[in-house]
């Protein structure tokens, strides 16, 4: 479903894109077509300005990790290159050219499920994807769905994939998880009783909430508001033991989860990415190599 939203919206901008061209052309004003590609690209890139403006001032004045307005415009350009490649090209018409890696050899090597977050579909992760099969990494990578349910409602598809990985294996999974899909995870998680998981790794997840999530609809995105009563409920039905096996990764120039801290917990393994913004975070070196470290372990 997403994948075809997606697909619906970048062919709509391709074709008022070529509409401009063609009229412009017709009426003598080549200047049509590039005019509203630039108009495009200036809304787009504004709309992201905001979003770090708004980030910026979710900060007191005297706090240490205040982004600098220097990291905040590197932030800014590295996430309109970012983004567009995610959500006009991976998602939309990649999703299905990774598949899952469940090998018959994969018995005895850990596997990862990576779960996406908010508007995202499994061709978030094909960068990952890839990396993994060269790895020879057990994975699989889920869709949730419905795009706008209940985090409650991909409980679920987690099962589903963590018992493909867990049988395939014969080992406990490590999850990955960005943005929402880390509430989701923690959700699945905390509905188990003897859960079969290594370890979780959340990058730019709201575990306090976020600001932007009192704009939008969606029941999803009413859940990830700042002190929503799901967000308690859940924090509630942890253990320490629970946050123990976490690693949470965060930015202080996320513009999506702000304020920024939010995408720590307590107990947890918090770890902090120097300028790098919401989506960008996913592909991030740094992240990378640690979960490639937390499979390799022998414990």
């Known amino acids: 479903m997403l994948a075809r939203l997606q697909q619906l919206i970048a062919a709509t901008l391709l074709a008022l894109t070529l509409a401009a061209i063609a009229i412009g052309s017709a009426g003598g ?26 980030l910026r001032s979710s900060y007191v004045v005297d706090d240490t990790a205040r982004p600098r307005p220097s990291e905040l415009l590197r932030a800014w350009a590295i996430e309109v290159t970012a983004a567009p490649r995610v ?37 978030l992760w094909n960068r990952w994807l890839g990396r993994l099969r060269r790895e020879d990494v057990p994975f699989v990578a889920v869709t949730l769905e419905p795009v706008f349910g209940s985090i409650d409602d991909y409980r679920q598809t987690i099962a589903v994939a963590m018992t493909r ?13 960005h943005s929402m899909g880390g509430l989701a995870a923690r959700a699945w998680l905390a509905a ?53 096996r976490f690693t949470c990764f965060w930015s202080h120039c996320d513009n999506i989860v702000f304020p920024t801290r939010n995408a720590t917990l307590p107990g947890a393994d918090n770890r902090h990415l120097a300028v790098t913004p919401h989506v960008q975070m996913v592909d991030h070196p740094a992240v990378f190599e640690e979960v490639l470290r937390i499979v390799r372990e022998t414990a």
């Open 165 to 177: 990985l867990q049988q395939a294996t014969g080992l406990a999974p490590v999850i990955v998880a």
């Open 87 to 123: 959500f006009l090209w991976r998602q939309p018409f990649r999703w299905r050219t990774e598949p899952d890696h469940l090998p018959a050899t994969a018995h005895g090597r850990r596997g990862v499920l990576l779960i996406h977050g908010f508007f995202c579909n499994r061709g």
């Open 192 to 244: 188990q009783t003897a859960a079969p998981l290594h370890r979780l790794v959340t990058i730019a997840s709201p575990h306090s909430g976020t600001r932007l999530g009192a704009h939008g609809r969606g029941l999803n995105i009413s859940q990830m508001r700042l002190g929503s009563d799901w967000l308690a409920q859940l924090a509630n039905r942890e253990s320490a033991e629970s946050r123990a």
């Open 29 to 54: 004003w080549p200047w049509l077509g590039p005019a509203f590609v630039a108009l495009a690209l200036i809304g787009y890139a504004s709309v992201l300005g905001v979003e770090f403006a708004w």
